[in-house]
């Protein structure tokens, strides 16, 4: 019997289902921010518990313990010091910038102190919470689900009237993803919102100038740079924060003499001041920093103030800008701006998060009028009803009397009068203080005001216009109880800033490459030979030499793989098959030509090099991967725009699988990938077949390929060239297809088949150009005819005017890279 209910299953195949639930599990029922409120589960939960318990602002305060016990029992069954943890937060100024809970006691500081215990702290709603967050929640606004044992009703979402995402910001590290949002200024955020709704077609541009930064909570300063544009137009950037300090003359005491001292008033988000003195008094200890006589923390309740005292000989300016560029006095916050949309965890822009909040907002309103009006409706027959029953009254009180029950009495009325049986109860209940003159007065009263508010609500309902106005009317009144003046400091010039320091953190390479660059000839260009050898000679010999059209008559003159000009100092690209880049620190060959591998980056030495790529000031440019089993993503190229001394991974790769090609890809270009055994696949390079992805993706399945069967390379062409696509063999044949006749394929698909071979073995792929050579299994290198490829028919094969010696093979082939324009 038992071994009839054994169910054998895979082990893998389980282990990916329970990994999979438990991983949706923590994204949308822990970790991340839903885009609507702004709030985690756990958040949500603690304010609608504290919604139920009466806690509102004008309530006395009541034992955290209680809300903790409140929110486990009926919402979250997870451990106590999560929710106290998590409602801590909502308490303390100085992690958010609006706090929604008010509290009275202990709730930590920004030394990193712990809060006191649970049960000596006391909380209540805050009134942005209360007035902002959760006074619609009755009114039918969100709808509600079953907590975890059925026993209670819980909302879905909070019906928030202010974007709280991005008021308080939010922190979550879920499985595989990470969601880091800073906080805002309330004033700037209900600006630009009631901005969107004037004006639907708002650019970003305006959007970036009504909220052109941050505000966080414990001031500070922001480097306006490129990394705040990108993080609002991206979704992902890193913003640079600075610490307010300033020199003043420091008196020590009587009989000794003045000395300056620089004086910390505000320090970076989310830096631990404590943590950052000790840091800074090991650096002083340990003889990493001269000039500095003291530091003392003299913060009090009345505001922050670290006094690092400087010696007499030294100059405060430069200690000061040590701590800057040496110190986390300015550091880095890296955003993501990641938030749950219909369940599901998406990277949005500024703009998509505020048009995100305006829908549902929008959403809620027409909700909430439509629960008034039908309350309005509701009472409006009452009214009708009891006004109808005055002006009959004495009939009615005979009616009434004359009736043997409540029952026969209310059937009575309703043929009576001609009113329903809710119309019906509302005339036997009403008191006789309804029937006095003042009382008949206010009933007509009040059935104006019914008739007015009706015809105001169906308005709302009807016309969107009216809507929205409601909408401005109502941010701004927000606004005016709640908006603040903004806390953070805007500096201009961040990129300059930023480069300074990266540049004084790094200073050897930094200015070694600097003078080395100075040294250099703009006419001059960059070679990379056959061999790898990097060089940089003057335009004028390359001209010379015919390095371009490789000399044949000098034999001692390996053919070059790159020649590029110097002249704008360009970035050049080296991508390792196994998924790293780095930029080639090529300035450095003018005095000390070298191997490839002097000039790699930290990380690539030991890595084969498969792709040098220049990069381009193209726009909708992007860098396409494809590895060994057939998978191809893109990113975009603002993900490696700051890659610095220091190797980066684009490509997270399986064991034994390597990256086969980079390549530059254009939106809307047509990518081919071509295998050993001829087979190509054509596919549109759009955002709907190949979105961008994230550095550490393994990317999609583009190609299924045979047992046997291998990638060789993959090309990038644009939409209005005509190219010729040119397969060739190992045994110097070649075949010429126009890539405008290769029929175009979805994902996944067989493709066409570029050749018929026999014991042939495709070896690369190119297009047809005067600057292409093969290299043969014997280390020999010949240059291809242009006009043999040229002049050879479509789909085809022939054979290359090179005389291969017996057991020789073609083993690869490449173009020489050079600019466009040449």
């Known amino acids: 019997m038992a071994k009839e209910r054994l169910k054998p299953i895979s082990l893998h195949q389980e282990m990916q289902r329970s990994y999979l639930e438990y991983a949706m599990s923590v994204i949308v029922g822990r970790a991340l921010p839903d885009a609507r409120d702004g709030l985690k589960p756990v958040q949500r939960r603690i304010l609608f518990a504290m919604h139920e318990l009466g806690l509102t602002p004008d309530r006395p305060y009541r034992k955290c313990a209680r809300v903790v016990g409140d929110v486990l029992g009926k919402y979250h069954p997870h451990g106590d010091q999560a929710v106290y943890d998590a409602l801590v937060r909502q308490v303390q100024i100085f992690s958010s910038r609006y706090p929604i809970l008010d509290g009275h006691g202990n709730f930590g500081s920004i030394d990193d102190d ?217 550091n880095n916050f890296g955003a993501i701006l990641l938030a749950l949309v219909n369940g599901q965890p998406v990277q949005l822009t500024l703009r998509k998060l505020l048009d995100n909040f305006l829908e549902f907002r929008e959403n809620t309103i027409l909700l909430r009028s439509n629960y008034l009006l039908k309350n309005i409706k509701n009472r409006q027959e009452i009214v009708e009803a009891l006004i109808q029953a005055i002006n009959n009254l004495r009939e009615i009180i005979n009616l009434i009397e004359k009736s043997k029950d409540t029952a026969e009495a209310k059937s009575n009325l309703i043929i009576r009068l001609k009113i329903n049986a809710k119309q019906a109860d509302g005339i036997l209940s009403m008191p006789l203080k309804k029937i006095t003159g003042l009382e008949k007065d206010s009933l007509k009263n009040e059935i104006s005001d019914l008739k007015n508010k009706r015809t105001e609500l169906e308005s709302i309902i009807n016309d969107r216009e009216k809507l929205m106005k409601v909408m401005v009317k109502e941010l701004k009144g927000l606004k005016k109880k709640f908006g603040s003046d903004r806390k953070t400091k805007l500096i201009e010039g961040g990129d300059a800033l930023i480069a300074e320091k990266m540049a004084n953190q790094r200073p050897n390479k930094e200015l070694q490459r600097i003078n080395a660059l100075k040294q250099l000839s703009n006419d001059s260009e960059i070679i990379i030979q056959t061999n790898n050898e990097i060089k940089i000679i003057p335009s004028i010999t390359i001209k010379k030499l015919k390095l371009k059209e490789y000399n044949l008559d000098r034999k001692d003159i390996l053919p070059t793989k790159l020649i590029w000009p110097i002249k704008d100092e360009p970035k050049i690209l080296a991508v390792s098959q196994e998924g790293k880049i780095g930029l080639l620190k090529w300035e450095f060959a003018g005095q000390k030509p070298g191997r490839l591998e002097k000039f790699l980056p930290a990380g690539l030495e030991n890595d084969e090099i498969i792709n040098l790529i ?209």
């Open 114 to 330: 712990p809060p006191a215990a649970m049960r000596y702290t006391e909380t209540r709603l805050a009134a942005i919470s209360n007035d902002a967050i959760l006074s619609e929640i009755d009114q039918e606004t969100v709808n509600f689900s079953p907590n975890f044992d059925g026993s209670q009703q819980e909302p879905d979402v909070l019906p928030a009237q202010l974007p709280f995402l991005i008021l308080n910001g939010s922190a979550g590290i879920a499985v595989g993803m990470a969601t880091s949002i800073p906080p805002h200024n309330l004033n700037e955020v209900i600006e630009a919102l009631i901005a969107i709704i004037k004006k639907p077609t708002l650019d970003e541009e305006k959007l970036l100038e009504l909220i052109p930064g941050p505000d966080f909570p414990t001031g500070g300063e922001i480097l306006i740079s490129n990394g705040i544009k990108e993080t609002y137009t991206k979704g992902r950037g890193s913003i640079t924060m600075r610490g307010i300090a300033h020199i003043e003359e420091i008196n020590p005491g009587k009989g000794k003499h003045k000395r300056s001292g620089i004086i910390i008033t505000e320090l970076p988000y989310q830096l631990n001041k404590a943590s950052w003195i000790e840091k800074l008094a090991d650096l002083v200890n340990n003889g990493k920093v001269s000039g500095i006589a003291d530091i003392r923390d003299e913060s009090d309740r009345d505001g922050m103030r670290i006094l690092v005292e400087v010696k007499r000989d030294s100059d405060p300016k430069k200690i000061l800008d040590f701590l800057y560029q040496k110190t986390s006095l300015q």
């Open 614 to 822: 220049p990069l381009t000031e193209i726009k909708d440019i992007s860098l396409g991967l494809i590895s060994t089993d057939g998978k191809f993503k893109r990113i975009s190229i603002n993900e490696i725009s700051d890659i610095s001394n220091r190797s980066t991974t684009i490509l997270k790769l399986k064991e034994n699988i390597k990256l086969k090609s980079c390549i530059l890809c254009e939106e809307n270009s047509y990518l081919y990938i071509v295998s050993d055994i001829g087979r190509i696949i054509k596919i549109k390079v759009t955002e709907d077949n190949f979105p961008f992805m994230g550095k550490l993706a393994q990317g999609t399945t583009i190609m299924r390929l045979f047992p046997g069967e291998n990638i060789i390379n993959a090309l990038s062409i644009q939409k209005n060239q005509n190219k010729d696509l040119i397969l060739i063999t190992n045994k110097g044949s070649f075949v010429k297809h126009a890539t405008k006749e290769i029929k175009t394929s979805k994902k996944g698909e067989l493709g066409t088949m570029g050749i018929n071979l026999k014991d042939n073995t495709v070896i690369n792929c190119f297009i047809n150009n005067k600057h292409v050579y093969i290299k043969t299994d014997k280390e020999r290198y010949e240059k291809l005819k242009p006009d043999l490829i040229e002049n050879s028919s479509y789909k085809k094969v022939k054979k290359l005017d090179i005389d291969l010696n017996n057991n020789e093979f073609i083993k690869s082939t490449f173009s020489i890279i050079i600019p466009q324009k040449d």
